[in-house]
């Protein structure tokens, strides 16, 4: 590797060298393997402590205990990504990172305490089948190297509509119940369309030096995906 070359300073990865686009690449996997492993040790340890029943019964409280929950999730979200992409310092981008994988624990909190009441196995076998698509659209990515970020437009216009649709079904239970398994299914479209685009911006669009900020967006992805594939494994035992 050229000694004078300043990672930083580089528009995108893809006009890197190979060394720093290797590098990069190894950092972001690392760094999403460690927000996955804090996410599985975080619910572990809330599950254990017993907040999953606290959380279960705060959003039977009213219809719209699970719309400020999303809200507070969004604006969490946000910030966590501020900080990860536009961080002015090392620990302000790890800081977002860790955020991120907080507040996804807490999000996630519910549904896992659901499924380990109703069936604890679907927990298992949704990461199993999480993990296995992950690693199949990831090769997709890196063999094919086509530039999948063209999915953009397409993702952005079916996240508002997903998230729309959510927000409906506040004030309409029958709409979300009426749709069923085939939103869940949709959403799984959409979540690995999103692994897709996030990988080709890995190779591709990402500046050297924001790994961080690759490994939040891509683990935004994986969590996406395992929330609707484990939805769809216990919507199959009804």
């Known amino acids: 590797m050229n000694s004078s070359y300043n990672p930083y300073a580089a528009s995108s990865v893809a006009e890197a060298p190979v060394e720093t686009r290797t590098d990069f690449v190894r950092k972001t996997y690392i760094h999403l393997a460690g927000a996955i492993g804090l996410f599985v040790i975080l619910e572990t ?28 999730f969004m604006g ?16 302000k981008r790890y800081s977002g990172l860790i955020l991120y994988t907080i507040a996804e624990a807490v999000i996630f909190l ?3 305490m659901y499924a380990t009441l109703k069936d604890p196995s679907a927990i298992g076998k949704a990461g199993a089948v999480t993990g296995f698509m992950v690693l199949g659209l990831t090769a997709i990515a890196f063999t ?4 999948f970020t063209f999915l953009g437009g397409f993702l952005k216009i079916f996240g508002l509509i997903a998230l729309g649709l959510i927000v409906a079904g506040v004030f309409m239970p029958g709409l979300m119940s009426g749709m069923g398994i085939w939103f869940s299914i949709a959403m799984v479209v959409f979540a690995s369309g999103s692994i897709l685009y996030n990988t080709s911006a890995i190779m591709y669009h990402y500046a050297p030096g924001q790994h961080v900020a690759a490994a939040l967006s891509l683990f935004a992805s994986v969590a996406l995906l395992f929330w609707y594939i484990l939805r769809i494994f216990l919507a199959s035992r009804d």
């Open 76 to 91: 969490v979200s946000w910030l966590a990504n501020k900080w990860a992409y536009n961080g002015a310092s090392k620990s």
């Open 110 to 112: 519910p549904l896992i």
């Open 45 to 72: 340890l809330l599950i254990q402590m017993g907040a999953g029943a606290v959380a279960m019964q705060l959003l039977s409280t009213g219809r719209f205990s699970w719309l400020i929950v999303l809200g507070a």
């Open 144 to 147: 094919t190297k086509k530039d």
